[in-house]
T-cell receptor, first 115, second 113 residues
């Protein structure tokens, strides 16, 4: 079974430029998560989808970040414009139903460097 | 609000020695508890989790953890460290009714030959 797929794996951009990250969850998983992982820290939730609905986006900085999950399968996270402080690893995860007991399966992440 | 504290950002052990990684949580209700491992340039992989039932949980790669409600702890142990155990380990909690994980800041485990 294929795991969570993310692309690109690495991205280097100049500040004020836009950037987008893509995630394809495990087949059949209806819940998808985007996490932000700063260097030396644990992941922090940005947004959680159940199917195509964003059910928890309270931690998403909506002035510059946006996300979508069309058709309830793959998802895109966008930053526009990027700032120096956005340099981090962006992790995507999926779970079968999104229950608190469910295992979340993580992709390898996209490492963003903003110059 | 729930939170997770991992004591020791770096732990170094000799190969064959006991591994003990500490995790304490604060939560208004008994939470669900998880340990994840992260190898360099990879995503997080579940080691084990506690939801209900037996408080001693066994996971992959010989790891286990015990939920101690009175101590609000969920420490991770392995009797004998292997070189391949070198990685970053994260403890996480999820309160019943909430569907998001709160992670600790991680502990980097080094295994010396």
């Amino acid at each position: 079974e294929a795991g969570v797929v993310q692309s690109p794996r690495y991205k280097i951009i100049e500040k004020k430029q836009p950037v987008a990250f893509w995630c394809n969850p495990i087949s059949g998983h209806n819940t998808l998560y985007w996490y932000l992982q700063n260097l030396g820290q644990g992941p922090e939730l940005l947004i959680r989808y159940e199917n195509e609905e964003a059910v928890d986006d309270s931690q998403l900085p909506k002035d510059r970040f946006s996300a979508e999950r069309l058709k309830g399968v793959d998802s895109t996270l966008k930053i526009q414009p990027a700032e120096l402080g956005d340099s981090a690893v962006y992790l995507c995860a999926s779970s079968l139903e999104g229950r608190g007991t469910d295992t979340q399966y993580f992709g390898p992440g996209t490492r963003l460097t903003v110059l | 609000a729930q939170s997770v504290t991992q004591l020791g950002s770096h732990v170094s052990v000799s190969e064959g020695a006991l591994v003990l990684l500490r995790c304490n949580y604060s939560s208004s209700v008994p939470p669900y508890l998880f340990w994840y491992v992260q190898y360099p340039n990879q995503g997080l992989q579940l080691l084990l989790k506690y939801t209900t039932g037996a408080t001693l949980v066994k996971g992959i790669n010989g790891f286990e953890a015990e939920f101690k409600k009175s101590e609000t702890s969920f420490h991770l142990t392995k009797p004998s460290a292997h070189m391949s155990d070198a990685a970053e380990y994260f403890c996480a909690v999820s309160e019943p009714g909430r569907r998001a994980l709160t992670f600790g800041s991680g502990t980097r485990l080094q295994v010396q030959p």
